[in-house]
């Protein structure tokens, strides 16, 4: 298998664009997260889905942030409009099992710059 | 919620042993998760304790105790590329919390 597959792997972008961060998980897998990673607050947990439908979104930081997982093989973050404290990495990882006892395999992760 | 601490940094030499500690309040427990995050790259999974004690995978164990509310990390006969950053995360039913995560930076 190829993995958590992530595209692109760098957005650079002005604030107030859109910017859509996509996540392939790994065939097989019933949970998709996405997370985002900054220096200032480490790994936060944004979203995650269970057989395509949105658990919890306690996470997200604001109603500028969507995820949408249209099927179980494809997913989106979007930011709309982005500003430039959102420039983080933004990693997509899979599980077979629930994230509480099941190990999650992370993609290669964005790297959003927002200016 | 969940209050996960672990050190900031840490430094240790070639073919040392190395403990990383974390310890976390929660209000509800399934396990605890140990990742490996070389710089630029993406988490990896070392390993999950969910009983207490000591669970040993090549270089590395972990150990665990529920009521202290502590586990830790030990590496053996570090080598260089064991440089990386070491998150523990902590679970409950559902999602995972992960702490600031520890630099380990291996000298020779």
């Known amino acids: 298998d190829a993995g958590v597959i992530q595209s692109p792997r760098h957005e650079v972008t002005e604030m107030g664009q859109e910017v859509t961060l996509r996540c392939k998980p790994i065939?097989?897998?019933?949970?998709l997260f996405w997370y985002r990673q900054t220096m200032m607050r480490g790994l936060e947990l944004l979203i995650y889905?269970?057989?395509?439908?949105?658990?919890?979104d306690s996470g997200m930081p604001e109603d500028r942030f969507s995820a949408k997982m249209p099927n179980a093989s494809f997913s989106t973050l979007k930011i709309q409009p982005s500003e430039p404290r959102d420039s983080a990495v933004y990693f997509c990882?899979?599980?077979?099992?629930?994230?509480?006892?099941?190990?999650?395999?992370f993609g290669p992760g964005t790297r959003l710059t927002v200016l | 919620g969940q209050n996960i601490d672990q050190p900031t940094e840490m430094t240790a030499t070639e073919g040392a042993i190395v403990q990383i500690n974390c310890t976390y309040q929660?209000?509800?427990?399934?396990?605890l998760f140990w990742y490996q995050q070389h710089a630029g790259e993406a988490p990896t999974f070392l390993s999950y304790?969910?009983?207490?004690g000591l669970e040993e995978k090549g270089r590395f164990s972990s150990f665990l105790s529920r009521s202290k509310g502590y586990s830790y990390l030990l590496l053996k006969e570090l080598q260089m590329k064991d440089s990386a950053s070491y998150l523990c995360?902590?679970?409950?039913?559902?999602?995972?919390?992960f702490g600031d995560g520890t630099t380990l930076t291996v000298k020779p």
């Open positions: 065939s097989g897998h019933d949970y």
């Open positions: 929660t209000s509800g427990f399934n396990g």
């Open positions: 990882a899979s599980s077979l099992g629930p994230q509480g006892t099941d190990t999650q395999y």
């Open positions: 995360a902590v679970s409950k039913t559902g999602k995972s919390t």
């Open positions: 304790n969910v009983l207490d």
């Open positions: 889905f269970n057989n395509n439908v949105p658990i919890d």
